[in-house]
């Protein structure tokens, strides 16, 4: 049968865009074709799969593989034109940014939630999802990796960070124009990598516990443009003696990171000892990006490369 009409797969994993409130909180509650119900869009032939039924801020390293693996499934079928993938915004950032990193077919993966749930007089989710499908067939889309479709905006995964709690466009990037290097596709699971907030006072030992506790890669988010105490610095050159990779980005919402400071504790002085900066990401997505080329067998020389080429 020859196919008159694009195709679309919504793929569902839960979130608010598909919870209910209850006594005890807002949590998950529609299924995939109670969620798609109603969000028909002329002249687009729907197909829709549940993958997950959880918030997203519970989802461990395994359930993004699964989330990655559903798309890629998905395109293996030729008659799909894209996918939409419904996901709780709190990580949408972290699976927008795997999914991008290893996605090389040119056609579009969407992402959407919502900032309210599915029962609230205001939802804002159908909208997202109309959005989200029209974002799925239109041509322009195509290429541009994976997107972000949320109250009116389309921003691509690669660099965005969630800026606003309750905003119904919550999410923006730090650069538009951000390049795509992809890596093979490989699963995350078993590679541990953590994030360490860096602020006055912060007891290095920290930095060693996670190198001790199994840790391949340490992602510090640190001040300003990289910077950080001198013992600090004695820490990460410890951890990197042990093999653990370091990535420093900055707890600073917006713009590049340049090693300019030394003194002991800046960013310099983190290179010289073996950090590898991040210039854009911050912390969620360098730490995806991290454990991601770790998964994949990259080494130190490896990991730079990446970092330099965002």
Partial sequence: MVRTQPLVSILTTGGTIASRRFADGARPALAAEELVAGSAEAGVELRTREVLHLDSSSLLPEDLDAVR?????????PSVTGVVLTHGTDTMEETAMLIDLMHADPRPVIMTGAQRPADSPDADGPANLSAAIAAAVD?????????????????????????DSAADAPFATVRADLPRPLLTPTSIAGTRVDIVMLYPGVDPSIIGWCAGAGASGIVLVATGSGNTHPRVVD?????????????????????????TYGGGGGAVDLAARGAIISPWLRGPQARIALQALLAGGAGHADVAAFFAAE
């Fill in 69 to 77: 693996s559903a798309v890629v499934a998905e395109l293996e079928h």
């Fill in 139 to 163: 041509p322009l889309s195509r290429g541009r990796g994976v997107l972000i479709a949320m109250g009116g905006t389309l921003v691509p995964a690669r660099g965005t960070a969630k800026f």
């Fill in 235 to 259: 820490a990460v050159a410890d951890a990197i003696g042990r093999g653990v990779v370091v990535v420093v980005c900055s707890r600073v919402p917006r713009g590049e990171i340049v090693a």
